[in-house]
């Protein structure tokens, strides 16, 4: 536990079908939460609050997006709390994963359904659910997306995440298993975020769409970067289990002048492909706008 925005609400809520015998506070560390400039990369410890981040001048500098990102999660209080690691590395908000005293032991609890596939999935995956194991020779699929504000702003920059065990690229992080939302294993914590300094993370840009201003995590979250090249990097958040890739809309843009035309088309693309419920098909035309919006004010 570092800030515990996360883990202390489901512990007191009992979400878990087992609740832990130990918690281990990682939040005294020395050095987890510093913030500097080193090598041509900006290095955030895991600790680092989402507060710190918002108004650090280094960041302010030459990774805007990450600023603004982490200005616009949670709420002004929580921010001061709630760390970088705990938001990218946190369970799924699914409101059968989220239900009080465990009543809904889905598959993400190694349960046998997912009650989203047949239940009220008005803020679920658009692309499909993504299929895991949870017991040997046994699959199941899950379509709770990632609400991490902060995920497709570093996967774009491309960010790498430094662990106690290994270095990993941001895009592959992020994952679907039981009890887990990443791919780190049982032991391994989080420790360092790297973001290099160069286009990718000056011209880059984040957008959030929600309900309300505080609080709430986004319906859906997008952030586009692009080099002097024309080579543009694309991720949606709330779309999918992960982190979206918008290739189709990469490729459409790859070396091209933008123009209204194009970026409509650019929307079109992101969202080709969407596969959503009658109750959330509304995300399609958000994707849609969004990207659009974001590529003419680029």
């Not at 990218?88 to 989203?116: D, H, S, T």
């Amino acid at each position: 536990m570092a800030g515990g925005g996360d883990l202390l609400g489901a512990l007191k809520d009992d979400i878990f079908p087992e609740y832990p015998k130990t918690i281990v506070n990682i939040k005294t560390i020395p050095g987890l939460d510093d913030i500097k400039l080193e090598d041509g990369m900006i290095k955030i410890g895991a600790l680092a609050t989402l507060a710190d981040i918002a108004r650090n001048p280094i960041i302010a500098a030459d990774a805007a997006a990450l600023s603004e990102a982490a200005g616009k999660a949670s709420s002004p209080t929580l921010r001061e709390t709630t760390t970088i690691g705990g938001n990218l590395c946190q369970m799924p908000r699914c409101w059968y994963y989220r239900k009080l005293n465990n009543r809904f032991n889905c598959v993400r609890k190694g349960g046998e359904k997912c009650f989203a596939l047949a239940g009220d999935n008005r803020y679920h995956s658009i692309f499909g659910g993504m299929a895991f194991k949870t017991a040997p020779n046994v699959n199941k699929t899950c379509i709770a997306v990632n609400q991490s504000e902060l995920a497709p702003v570093l996967v774009v920059m491309g960010a790498k995440f430094v662990t106690t065990e290994r270095e990993i690229e941001a895009d592959a992080f992020f994952s679907v298993g039981v009890m887990s939302a990443t791919v780190l294993g049982p032991g391994e914590i989080l420790t360092e975020i790297k973001i290099p300094v160069g286009e990718y993370s000056r011209r880059c840009r984040y957008k959030r769409f929600a309900f309300r201003k505080s609080i709430d995590f986004p319906i859906i979250n997008l952030a586009i970067s692009a080099n002097s090249d024309g080579n543009y990097r694309i991720y949606l958040g709330g779309v999918a289990p992960v982190p979206y890739r918008a290739a189709n809309a990469e490729a459409l843009l790859k070396g091209c002048e933008m123009s209204p035309e194009l970026a409509k088309e650019a929307g079109d693309a992101a969202a080709a492909g969407a596969r959503p419920f009658e109750a959330n098909a509304y995300k399609v035309q958000l994707v849609k706008t969004l990207v659009k919006r974001e590529l003419l004010a680029m």
